[in-house]
């Protein structure tokens, strides 16, 4: 099972960026994903979820500006960003339960977050929102 996110980078405040995750070797149809992300100093940080029948979740931090989706012809995990702040500043990963009904992946979680929650998680990337 692999995960590679593509489409991070550079934004200025307000602006927006589209995540993707594509994923092979597994069934995605089956399986449940989210979206995670990590500053300097700081844990994992729990943003957004959604499972098989496209049931969407997300932390209070990015609902309402962010939106999750899913391609399931293509595999494919989506994080679109809008109204971007410099807090939002991170390394974001997708990351992806295999049984597709664990309730991580609508971020029910006891504090902290590890990656020990979920079964694979992507190699990461950065979004930096600064002026």
């Known amino acids: 099972v692999e995960l590679v996110e593509s489409g991070g980078g550079l934004v200025q405040p307000g602006g927006s960026l589209r995540l993707s995750c594509l994923a092979s070797g597994l069934n995605f149809r089956r399986s449940a994903m989210s979206w995670a992300r990590q500053t300097p100093g700081k844990g994992l940080e729990w943003v957004s979820g959604?499972?098989?029948?496209?049931?969407?979740f997300y932390s209070d931090s990015v609902k309402g500006r962010f939106t999750i989706s899913r391609d399931d012809v293509k595999t494919t995990v989506y994080l679109q960003m809008n109204s971007l702040k410099p807090e939002d500043t991170a390394v974001y990963y997708c990351?992806?339960?295999?049984?597709?009904?664990?309730?991580?992946?609508?971020?029910?979680?006891?504090?902290?977050?590890?990656?020990?929650?979920?079964?694979?998680w992507g190699q990461g990337i950065q979004v930096t929102v600064s002026s």
């Open positions: 990351a992806i339960d295999l049984s597709g009904v664990d309730e991580v992946v609508a971020g029910i979680v006891t504090p902290p977050l590890t990656k020990d929650e979920f079964d694979v």
């Open positions: 959604i499972y098989s029948d496209h049931s969407t």
